[in-house]
Nanobody, 123 residues
C-alpha cells in the first residue's frame, strides 16, 4: 500500500508560480512511475505530467515550457513546479503512483492517488 499526500496549492495571480509536492509513504517509492493530473469542475481528470526512471519526463502540450516535474527518491517526494500560470490552469491537482511503465497519460494506469490540492489562478 502507498499513501500519497499533496501540498502546495493555493491562490495565485496569472503569471505567478507555485510548487506542488507529493509525499509518498509505504512501498519503495523509486520503483513507481509518478504522475500529476488535474480536474476542473465539470470536466474529466486530465493528464499533466509524468516521470519515471526509465522514460524520463513527459508533459501535456498545454503545460510544456511552463511546468517541470521532478522527483527526489531519497525523500519519496515528487514535485510539480508551475510557472507562468494561467487562469485555465485552475483545478484540483492530484498526484498518482503506478507500477506500470505503459500508458502513463491515462488515469487507469495508476494504482494509488492522493487526495488532491486546489490551485486557483486569478486573472
Amino acid at each position: 500500500q502507498v499513501q500519497l499526500v499533496e501540498s502546495g496549492g493555493g491562490l495565485v495571480q496569472a503569471g505567478g508560480s507555485l510548487r506542488l509536492s507529493c509525499a509518498a509513504s509505504g512501498r519503495t517509492f523509486s520503483s513507481f512511475a509518478m504522475g500529476w493530473f488535474r480536474q476542473a469542475p465539470g470536466k474529466e481528470r486530465e493528464f499533466v505530467a509524468f516521470i519515471t526512471r526509465s522514460l524520463g519526463t513527459y508533459y501535456v502540450d498545454s503545460v510544456k515550457g511552463r511546468f517541470i516535474i521532478s522527483r527526489d527518491d531519497a525523500k519519496s517526494t515528487v514535485y510539480l513546479q508551475m510557472n507562468s500560470l494561467k487562469p485555465e490552469d485552475t483545478a484540483a491537482y492530484y498526484c498518482a503512483a503506478g507500477s506500470t511503465q505503459y500508458n502513463l497519460i491515462y488515469p487507469r494506469s495508476y494504482d494509488y492517488w492522493g487526495q488532491g490540492t486546489q490551485v486557483t489562478v486569478s486573472s
